[in-house]
């Protein structure tokens, strides 16, 4: 996704002079083309990403639409009061792009770890916030919100799946992907790999799933979700987030005035203190399609 | 105005109230107008001496504001400055070391537009404890933001904690300054003019050295008036000694 991110930002730059990059010394081998061609739009402000935020603002407020990149927990969680006061409190537009969410640097541990970047962005509440699974997702998303004179957040992963549907071509829309009367099953970013394989799982047991695909954290399509909820009444949230401040939350918020909608929130519980591959941190934190269905079976009993 | 709300930061204001005087005077007021992107910037980074800017922007008519609104509900005279909210107002400030690295993007903006006008960017001594403060010393270097002027009100606030000699370091990392008597209009003004005619490619500083408190004789670098509100008698007397 990094490198679709390095192409959809040349086709912006190509046509739009007023798009500026600001990383940390992150990416600069693979913008060298960018660099290149738009020497005055792409800036390594170096590692001080409290400062690289502050930049932006000084630049959005004279006319410029600043992308600011880094890793995820130090362009977010490192610089988050300079996200607050330079972009939310001035209402500034900006946006921030960040590689290395969840456990894409899965062997550096903790300190590399991010699950709590989309908890952030929820204490500001008109702030956009998109994880992408699909590379053509991103670019689409990325075309439309660089010069939305708003504060939008996308996260990359390096994970991206190809996603097998047409996604609705209003990015705060969600999709649904598979039609079920069962649960309903809500997914934002790469889990959606697990989720896929989770409905064919199910439907050998007899249970069908209302499979729906988010891109847009917030705003969030609180239609689809209470019409799919409304209908199964038994709702599963599926996300690599922490999930008592991210994507679980949101939708528990959605659905909190129906009282007799079950949900059961999947993702991450609480601090993981390990290495390994993605797939052993997804694993020890029961992401997994076959954990994904046991609960599903759960829920269908309780 | 603080009295008034019961609000502020008085002896921070009257450290800088020459320096913003000239600033303003002297760099900001010559056909003024907050949409050419090619006028000097000023950029309060030490937000919480509010008070003195309300004032300066209040005695040259940019801020048609009833400064006795000062820190009221509705009012757009907050604690801290407002961008959104007083149009010559050029950043929200109040969290310390945030109004600088802004100021670095308005520089960067400037150079890449190839607009003329200079960034002067106030911070106060202990704002200079902060980590992006160095951040952007560093980065303005980097980027050859030349149309930058960076001064320190060094009212030594911060002399129970940290001391420095900011003038060598600053030139150390490439920066061009001096160091003054933040006090005095006319060398305020002699000192910026000469900066900015002589030295064109780097950025610039000035350490100004100051009081804080000034003017009022039981204030002058008593910490205890940091963020206290005068009770009417000393008011009074304050009013008298200014006077």
């Known amino acids: ?302 | 105005m603080i009295n008034n709300a019961g609000e502020g930061h008085i002896p921070s204001s009257l450290s800088i109230v020459e320096i913003l005087y000239v600033i303003y005077k002297k760099f900001i007021l010559n056909k003024y107008n907050i949409n050419d992107p090619n006028r000097n910037v000023f950029i309060l980074s030490k937000g919480h001496a509010s008070a003195a800017l309300y004032a300066i922007l209040f005695h040259f008519n940019l801020l048609k504001e009833d400064l006795l609104t000062y820190c009221k509900s509705n009012s757009k005279l907050g604690g801290h400055p407002d961008y959104n909210k007083i149009s010559c107002v050029e950043a929200s400030t109040g969290s310390l070391a945030h109004g600088f690295p802004i100021a670095l993007g308005i520089a960067l903006a400037k150079i890449i537009n190839g607009n003329s006008g200079n960034v002067f960017v106030l911070v106060g001594d202990g704002e200079v404890n902060e980590g992006p403060i160095w951040e952007s010393i560093m980065v303005a270097i980097n980027l050859s933001l030349n149309n930058i002027v960076l001064i320190i009100d060094n009212n030594r606030s911060q002399s129970y904690a940290t001391q420095f000699d900011y003038k060598n370091i600053l030139q150390s990392f490439g920066w061009v300054g001096t160091e003054i008597d933040g006090h005095n209009p006319d060398l305020i003004f002699q000192t910026i003019h000469d900066l900015l005619t002589k030295s064109n490619n780097t950025p610039k500083f000035i350490i100004a050295n100051t009081v804080k408190g000034k003017g009022v004789s039981f204030m002058e670098n008593n910490p205890a008036w940091h963020h206290r509100v005068p009770t009417k008698e000393e008011y009074k007397l304050i009013m008298e000694e200014l006077s």
């Open chain 1, 1 to 302: 996704m990094r490198n679709q991110f390095i192409e959809s930002s040349i086709k912006i730059a190509t046509k739009d002079p007023k798009l500026l990059i600001l990383a940390g010394d992150i990416g600069v081998f693979g913008f060298r083309h960018f660099r290149e061609n738009f020497p005055y739009q792409y800036y390594n402000i170096g590692i001080c990403e409290q400062t690289i935020i502050g930049i932006a603002a000084g630049l959005s407020s004279s006319g410029f639409h600043p992308t600011m990149h880094s890793i995820t927990p130090f362009i977010v969680e490192r610089c988050f009061e300079q996200i607050k006061d330079d972009f939310y409190y001035q209402q500034l537009g900006g946006t921030i792009i960040s590689v290395g969410g969840t456990f894409d640097y899965s062997m550096l541990g903790c300190t590399h770890h991010s699950y709590s970047d989309i908890g952030l962005f929820r204490t500001l509440p008109k702030a956009e916030i998109f994880t992408p699974c699909d590379v053509n997702e991103f670019a689409k998303i990325y075309e439309t919100v660089y010069n939305n004179e708003r504060l939008t957040y996308i996260r990359l992963t390096e994970h991206s799946i190809e996603i097998p549907y047409k996604l609705k071509s209003n990015i705060y829309k969600g999709t649904k992907l598979s039609s079920g009367g069962d649960i309903s099953l809500f997914v934002v970013g790469p889990q959606l790999k697990n989720a896929l394989s989770v409905v064919e799982l199910s439907k050998k047991k007899n249970i069908n799933i209302d499979l729906c695909y988010f891109s847009s954290l917030n705003p969030i399509d609180s239609k689809l979700i209470r019409e799919s909820a409304r209908k199964t009444k038994r709702v599963i949230t599926l996300e690599e987030n922490l999930v008592d401040t991210s994507f679980g939350s949101i939708v528990s918020s959605v659905l909190d005035e129906f009282y007799d909608i079950t949900i059961h929130r999947l993702g991450i519980k609480d601090f993981v203190r390990d290495y390994g591959s993605y797939t052993d941190l997804l694993e020890l934190n029961e992401l997994t399609d076959k954990k994904i269905v046991k609960e599903i079976e759960a829920l269908l009993l309780g």
